[in-house]
């Protein structure tokens, strides 16, 4: 469950909602007190997903592409350069079979689980930013998109990318076919991370939420781009050193590991086998 509240928006959910179950008594007996009937509850359980999201629907990506490919800002034209996009001509099942929902979840962008169809093969647009009917013809064309990196919490956050880079249940499903954009799925009732093996695919985000990283909010989007005009391996935002150096100034290469191999970066010792743990490894 995701708490509409300014106090249990907070990262730390399991500290915020105890507060929050206190406050919301505090608020009752004050309530009581003053001789109102209702119950004045700080933390309601109101979703924070956008209420435009309760009708917009899906568009797909060559509609984004009318207005997103424009000569000084041609997102679409680096999107269509990134493996996401690439997905939709190597789909992991064969024309004309109907794949189970959780192979289908991972690879395509608007799945309806009701009807086994979707609205465009790959991970297009939508696939990250939610439906987008409403911001086409909006006037307020940020309230009516979501831009993972300006949601709040890194719960939220993680959840736009791990929905899919994640090994879990929720409902008994082993995909969050229920998603909604805006959500932290680490904090609904019924979520539970699976077990993994360290630096396996598609599970980054298990490994991710028990990081230090993630506990000073570090997310994906800290790290990764989706679509840029100078694309990285891993579609990182800049090259490996320099990433990582952005934030850890003092551990320079030279300065930290002197003794490294040739062509060593930061993830050779950081991110063994693409383990998104970060551990700090065994000084020698
Ligand atoms: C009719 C034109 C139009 C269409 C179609 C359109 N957009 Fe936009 N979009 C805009 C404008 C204008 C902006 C604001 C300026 C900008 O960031 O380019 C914008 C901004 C955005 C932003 C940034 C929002 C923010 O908070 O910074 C995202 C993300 C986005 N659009 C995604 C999409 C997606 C996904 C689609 C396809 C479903 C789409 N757009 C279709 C015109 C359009
Ligand atoms: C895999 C996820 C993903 C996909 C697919 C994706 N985006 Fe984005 N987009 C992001 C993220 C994350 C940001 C926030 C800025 C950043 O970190 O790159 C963003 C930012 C934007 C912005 C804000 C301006 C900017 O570039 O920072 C626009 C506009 C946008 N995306 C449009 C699109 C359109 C149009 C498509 C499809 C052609 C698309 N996006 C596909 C994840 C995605
Ligand atoms: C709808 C599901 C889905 C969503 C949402 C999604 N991805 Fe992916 N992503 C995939 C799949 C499937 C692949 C595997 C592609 C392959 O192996 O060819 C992939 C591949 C990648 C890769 C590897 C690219 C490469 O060049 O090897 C990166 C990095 C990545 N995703 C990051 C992200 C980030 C960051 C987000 C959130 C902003 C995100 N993804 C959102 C499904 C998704
Ligand atoms: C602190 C930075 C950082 C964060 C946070 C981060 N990544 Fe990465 N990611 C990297 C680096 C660096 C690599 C390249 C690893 C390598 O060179 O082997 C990478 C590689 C990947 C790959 C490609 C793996 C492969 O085998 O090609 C995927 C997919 C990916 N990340 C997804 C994610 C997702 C999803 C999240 C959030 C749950 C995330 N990452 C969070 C830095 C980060
Ligand atoms: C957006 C900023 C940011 C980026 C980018 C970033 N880090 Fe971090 N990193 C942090 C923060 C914040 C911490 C928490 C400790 C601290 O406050 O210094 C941390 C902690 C760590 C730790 C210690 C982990 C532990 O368990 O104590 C390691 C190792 C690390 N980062 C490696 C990396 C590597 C390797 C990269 C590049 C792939 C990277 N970081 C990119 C912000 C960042
Ligand atoms: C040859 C292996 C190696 C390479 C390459 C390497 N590191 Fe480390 N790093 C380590 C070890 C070992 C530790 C733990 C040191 C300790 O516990 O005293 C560490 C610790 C860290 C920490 C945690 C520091 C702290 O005090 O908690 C950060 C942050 C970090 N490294 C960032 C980086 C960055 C950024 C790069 C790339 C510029 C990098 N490392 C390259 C081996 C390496």
Redo the contacts with the bound molecule.
Sequence with gaps: MVYDCPVCNERDLTIMKALCSRLSWAYALAALLIGLVTTAALCADTPVTPAYLDTATYRG?TV??M???KKD?P??T???A?A??KIAGSLPWKEGETPAAEVAYRHV?GYSAATKTWKDKG???????GPGSAHMMAKDKTAT?I????LKTAGQQIS??GRCHGQYTIGGQKVALNYKFGQDLLATDGFTLAEVKAGAAMQEMNEVVASTHFAKGVT??SC?????ATPQAH?L?KPVNELCLSCHQDQTMAAHAPKAAAGATCATCHLPKGSHAFAKPKAE
């Design positions: 990506a984004c592409k207005c997103h490919n800002a997102t679409y680096h999107w269509e990134s996401h996009a962008t991970v297009t647009c939508e696939a990250c930013h998109i831009d993972p990196a300006a736009v990318c994906c989007v990764h781009s989706s679509h840029t579609q935002k």
